[in-house]
């Protein structure tokens, strides 16, 4: 009987950890991002990108392309969100399929977190060098801290080659050439290995001998004590002892074949110098917004002014890196990704051009199936349904100026 609970609880035991360590080892590979399950009014208003331009569709390994355009800080960043005054602009992959070589805010090399000005706008870049092959879907993306990820539009990208081939070479500053791709990757397997073996090692030495159950009959009947014997308490000082000189002797060694190091640099840059974009001379008031449900439509009744000394038209809107055009007014000529993009999805009452001085009363509508798609619509249902975003006006010159909104949204389901 005895035997048999031991071979349950050491079989049990074995179990456990061949579940933890294929637990470790699993990684199914991620199809998405879940940009489309991020909460609207986080995408629709904390930051906006726009003119946004992935340099190339298909990249070859070792091969670089950049993402650029503007971000806008948006001036009604909710509260329930933390404010960017320590960000990061990253880019949102599945992995590290490329290696960030570098990026800017403005002319600003940014390797750092920095602090973004409420409704301010920025230009920005990213550098990336392809590294793994496949068709991967490249976002942008800014990184708050106490806000989490906020993730702009995706476009799809594919990365051609093999990625053996990939390397990563880096001038260190005591001027040796390293590729940093395979850089000690020998020393790193080693300790890995060697650090696992000791573990195990401790576990079989402990887990050899009857346990769970005959032991805690044992400490249950208060023999404790008889369960460690002096051989066992030699073992546990030897394990004790060379660890802490297996630490500290390899510790003194690497010392001394690195005697250069310095820390990963960290620390918050602030004075992002923001892009001046024209001053706007439109002003546009929301006297309501709905939401039709059923229509897949946004609807928005507007009250334009045009304070300048040339005509415009509104020739977009954008929400959450969805874009609405009116056909007639504009065309998108960047390849921004078909999904995000409703090229005849804004429809104005009267989009004839607004002359300077003139105020005028529209309707707005902007539908796409992208409400749905992209799960905008969910702003509904939000406990402070707001939605935000650019309008976009053009004079005869093709000469644009940029206007927010932001107001309640009141959903209709007829
Ligand atoms: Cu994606």
């Known amino acids: 009987m005895k035997l048999i609970k031991d071979k349950v609880a050491k079989l049990s035991f074995v179990a456990l950890l061949v579940t933890m360590t294929a637990a470790i080892f699993y990684t199914p590979t991620a199809s998405a991002h879940g940009e ?44 329930t969100v933390d404010k960017p005054e320590v960000a990061f602009l990253n880019i ?13 805010i403005g002319d600003q090399l ?45 476009k799809w990208v594919t990365v051609t080659g093999s990625m053996g081939s ?19 990757l020998d020393n790193i397997y080693f300790w890995h290995a060697f650090w696992y ?21 044992a400490v249950a009947a208060g023999k404790a004590d008889t369960l460690i014997s002096a051989g066992d308490k030699k073992v546990g000082v030897a394990f004790a002892v060379g660890t802490m000189v297996i630490v500290a002797v390899t510790m003194g060694t690497t010392n001394e074949k690195y005697p250069v190091t310095t820390p990963l640099q960290a620390g918050l840059m602030r004075g992002m110098v923001p892009v001046e974009m024209p001053e706007a001379t ?3 008031v929301v006297n309501d917004a709905s939401y039709r449900v059923p229509g897949r439509a946004m609807q928005m009744d507007l009250t334009i002014t045009n304070n300048g000394d040339s005509a415009v038209r509104l020739g977009e809107f954008m929400t959450a890196s ?11 000529e960047t390849g921004y990704p078909d999904d995000l993009l409703a090229e005849e999805g804004l429809t104005v009452s009267d989009n004839s051009p607004i002359a300077p001085g003139e105020t ?32 976009f006006f053009y004079n005869e010159e093709g000469e644009r100026q940029m206007v927010m909104v932001d107001a309640p949204l009141i959903p209709s389901f007829i």
């Open 36 to 79: 489309k399950s991020q909460a609207a009014f986080m995408r629709m208003r904390t930051i906006h990108w726009f003119d946004l331009d992935w340099s190339k569709d298909e990249v070859a390994i070792n091969e670089t392309m950049t993402i650029s355009g503007k971000l806008h800080v948006f001036a009604g960043w909710p509260e």
């Open 92 to 104: 949102g992959i599945p992995g590290p399929v490329f290696i960030r070589a570098g990026s800017w």
């Open 110 to 154: 940014v390797p750092r977190s920095v602090s973004l000005e409420l409704g301010e706008t920025y230009t920005f870049k990213v550098l990336l060098k392809a590294r793994r092959p496949g068709d991967w879907h490249v976002h942008t993306m800014l990184n708050v801290e106490g806000g989490g990820p906020i993730i702009g539009p995706g």
């Open 166 to 184: 990939f390397v990563n070479p880096l001038v260190t500053l005591t001027g040796e050439t390293i590729d940093l791709e395979t850089y000690a």
């Open 197 to 217: 073996a000791i573990g195990v090692a401790w576990m079989v030495f402990w887990a050899k001998r009857p346990i769970f159950i005959p032991r805690h009959l």
């Open 282 to 284: 439109v002003t546009v």
């Open 322 to 332: 969805v874009r609405f055009l009116d056909a007639d007014v504009l065309e998108d």
């Open 360 to 391: 005028r009363n529209v309707e707005v509508t902007a539908s796409d199936a992208a409400w749905e798609v992209y799960r905008l619509a969910d702003l509904i249902y939000d406990p402070d349904s707001r939605f935000a975003g650019l309008l």
